[in-house]
T-cell receptor, first 113, second 112 residues
Framework: GDSVTQMEGPVTLSEEAFLTINCTYTATGYPSLFWYVQYPGEGLQLLLKATKADDKGSNKGFEATYRKETTSFHLEKGSVQVSDSAVYFCAQYSGGGADGLTFGKGTHLIIQP | NAGVTQTPKFQVLKTGQSMTLQCAQDMNHNSMYWYRQDPGMGLRLIYY???????DKGEVPNGYNVSRLNKREFSLRLESAAPSQTSVYFC???????????FGPGTRLTVL
């Protein structure tokens, strides 16, 4: 079945470091892809999305490019801040109805000053 | 706009007790969802509702029931709580199934 795999962490970086969180998916067809962020004690918020191959989603300095050839949607940011500390979830929607998103297990990101 | 609201925020139950988690959205969305979040497991879909009057099972429906009361409200019921249902429960809504989902703040449930 459809699945999403992402590095689980925790990932610990220093402030201003470059961030990459890997995400790969398996799906039949061409899913829509999402990155969500969850701050402590809160629900998930959409960070960015891409709906077709080669699309780049971007928001708040984060970027991810939909790579069909490698079935990947890696999240990147050039210079992280302490306020970026959170759990990041990669997700896909594969179609077939309103049956929800398939999520990865989440990556806990810790940014140290 | 309040977005997606959930009540209660926290709940402690004893094994065998029942309770209903409430969810409401004010965005006029058609689709609504219930997920549970467990450490190391990500989010798993319990039930969803594509539109008012319809509900369908997700990945982990056992031990739960749902009601789509109207377009705004989608409740999740535990008839006889078990310790394995200790989790954080999130409700979400979406304009349609293939679109971005908007999440509520979650309900942290502990079953003793």
């Amino acid at each position: 079945g459809d699945s999403v795999t992402q590095m689980e962490g925790p990932v610990t970086l220093s402030e201003e470091a470059f961030l990459t969180i890997n995400c790969t998916y398996t799906a039949t067809g061409y899913p829509s892809l999402f990155w969500y962020v969850q701050y402590p004690g809160e629900g998930l918020q959409l960070l960015l999305k891409a709906t077709k191959a080669d699309d780049k989603g971007s928001n708040k300095g984060f970027e991810a490019t939909y790579r069909k050839e490698t079935t990947s949607f890696h999240l990147e940011k050039g210079s992280v801040q302490v306020s970026d500390s959170a759990v990041y979830f990669c997700a896909q929607y594969s179609g077939g109805g309103a049956d929800g998103l398939t999520f990865g297990k989440g990556t806990h990101l810790i940014i140290q000053p | 706009n309040a977005g997606v609201t959930q009540t209660p925020k926290f709940q402690v139950l004893k094994t065998g007790q029942s309770m209903t988690l409430q969810c409401a959205q004010d965005m006029n969305h058609n689709s609504m969802y219930w997920y549970r979040q467990d450490p190391g497991m990500g989010l798993r879909l319990i039930y969803y509702s594509a539109s008012e009057g319809t509900t369908d099972k997700g990945e982990v429906p056992n031990g739960y029931n749902v009601s789509r009361l109207n377009k705004r409200e989608f409740s999740l019921r535990l008839e006889s709580a078990a310790p394995s249902q200790t989790s954080v429960y999130f409700c979400a809504s979406s304009p349609r199934g293939d679109n971005e989902q908007f999440f509520g703040p979650g309900t942290r449930l502990t079953v003793l």
